[in-house]
């Protein structure tokens, strides 16, 4: 099942993908981690940043591919999500970031860039933990409603939504937000070997009682999730209050064997 694990803040869910994602550098210091932009991810970039410093772990080696970027952005843009990886993941964990990977939006190339993405996934041995987040309409990376359980990375049309709440990052303008992105396909997340999704706030309850305990449905791209072998959502209070099965999550937690981790 996809286990669900309801936490008091952010702070916490960081901390334990932080101790998760600690182990696996640890035991396979050249692992490749699956990076996302947004704001849920945040908590979890600092919590990791602060134990890599405190337990000295060296992470030098450590590759690392995001899932997705805006079409025709510069990347030098402060909102590419080629500057976000970098600003808010490569330099606070010291990462190299010539072993960090972010799809190619430039629109000269785009219709090839896709594959070739998927193939660099591949030939470094695949994602070891990919964290995402989740838009308020169920999509994960930029794949939006109707997009293929099995797509590979591919260009997307944003939608209105999508584009809407993004505006936020583009001076509340929302004519500045691109129409269009590359995103890893769900076909391609489902590949990497741990799934760790965060979502916190009410605005985030529909779309993940849909994803944990909705029909599998491309109208809800993280209900994909339930198909793979090892995922974990890492909500609060807020997030998990339309869950039906909450009290059980929350017993099996608490009940759940130390050695068993996530
Ligand atoms: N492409 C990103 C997604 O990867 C992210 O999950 C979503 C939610 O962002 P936030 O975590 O800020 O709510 O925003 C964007 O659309």
Known sequence: MTEVIIVKNQDEAGSIYAQRVARLIESKPDCVLGL?????????????????KNDSIDVSQVRGFALDEYAGLDPKHPQSYQSTINRTVVEPLGLDPEKIHVPNGNLSTISEAGHAYDQAIEDAGGVDIQILGIGTDGHIG????????????????????????????????????????ITQGIGTILKARHLILLAFGSGKAEAIAET????????????????????????????????RNKDYYKYSFEHKPAWQGI
């Open 36 to 52: 996302a932009t947004g704001s849920s991810p945040l908590a979890a970039y600092r919590q990791l940043s602060a134990l890599v």
């Open 212 to 243: 944990v305990e909705g029909g599998i449905s491309s109208f809800c791209p993280a209900s994909a999730l339930q198909l793979h072998r090892h995922a974990t959502v890492i909500v609060d209070e807020a997030a998990a209050s339309r869950l």
């Open 142 to 181: 930029f794949n939006e409603p109707g997009s293929s359980l099995a797509s590979g990375t591919r260009i997307k049309t944003l939608t209105e939504q999508t584009r809407i709440d993004n505006a936020r990052f583009f001076d509340d303008d929302i004519n500045q937000v691109p129409t269009h992105c």
